[in-house]
T-cell receptor, first 113, second 114 residues
């Protein structure tokens, strides 16, 4: 069964530092991949998604993710963290031809002043 | 509607009672998903619908959980004989066609079983 692993349930970075949130998936066939964000007391919203058009995907708020088939990874990055980036981030996967979307356990990002 | 609507937003129930959670998806969205969010557990997949059919019910935790969707629109998630471990936030999402489409989430129903 398809699965997603997010390394680190909590990640802390200083304001202005690089943000790197890790995500690995289990499928042998490149699936659809997503990153969602949940700000405090808000619903989940889509940050970006990979659907095979390009391996480097740009999303909202300066985030981007790179699909690496050889590593079965889809890590999320942002060059310079801002206090407003503090939130929980979820990686998700959906196999081709399957509507089910499976989420990882999430990574809570803390921004240090 | 403008977004995915879930009701009630909060529900406190006594152990052993049945509860119904409602989800009203975005108009025209054919795919509808239910997830359960517990602290440290991420989003646990429960079930999804394509139209009124539920191709995958594998995530339902037990036979106390059931869901239906009518008219390709509103969905209800029913939990019978609630237990304390059922306490969580239940999230509903919808998308235009599933698969690689963006899923739009509701605000969730916070269920507390006492």
């Amino acid at each position: 069964a398809q699965s997603v692993t997010q390394l680190g349930s909590h990640v802390s970075v200083s304001e202005g530092a690089l943000v790197l949130l890790r995500c690995n998936y289990s499928s042998s066939v490149p699936p659809y991949l997503f990153w969602y964000v949940q700000y405090p007391n808000q619903g989940l919203q889509l940050l970006l998604k990979y659907t095979s058009a390009a391996t480097l995907v740009k999303g909202i708020n300066g985030f981007e993710a790179e699909f690496k088939k050889s590593e079965t990874s889809f890590h999320l990055t942002k060059p310079s963290a801002h206090m407003s980036d503090a939130a929980e981030y979820f990686c998700a996967v959906s196999d081709l031809g399957d509507d089910k979307i499976i989420f990882g356990k999430g990574t809570r990002l803390h921004i240090l002043p | 509607g403008a977004g995915v609507s879930q009701s009630p937003s909060n529900k406190v129930t006594e152990k052993g009672k049945d509860v119904e959670l409602r989800c009203d998806p975005i108009s025209g969205h054919t795919a509808l998903y239910w997830y359960r969010q517990s602290l440290g557990q991420g989003l646990e997949f429960l079930i999804y619908f394509q139209g009124n059919s539920a191709p995958d019910k594998s995530g339902l935790p037990s036979d106390r959980f059931s869901a239906e969707r009518t008219g390709g629109s509103v969905s209800t998630l029913t939990i019978q004989r609630t237990q304390q471990e059922d306490s969580a936030v239940y999230l509903c999402a919808s998308s235009t066609r599933g698969g690689g489409s963006e899923a739009f989430f509701g605000q969730g129903t916070r269920l507390t079983v006492v």
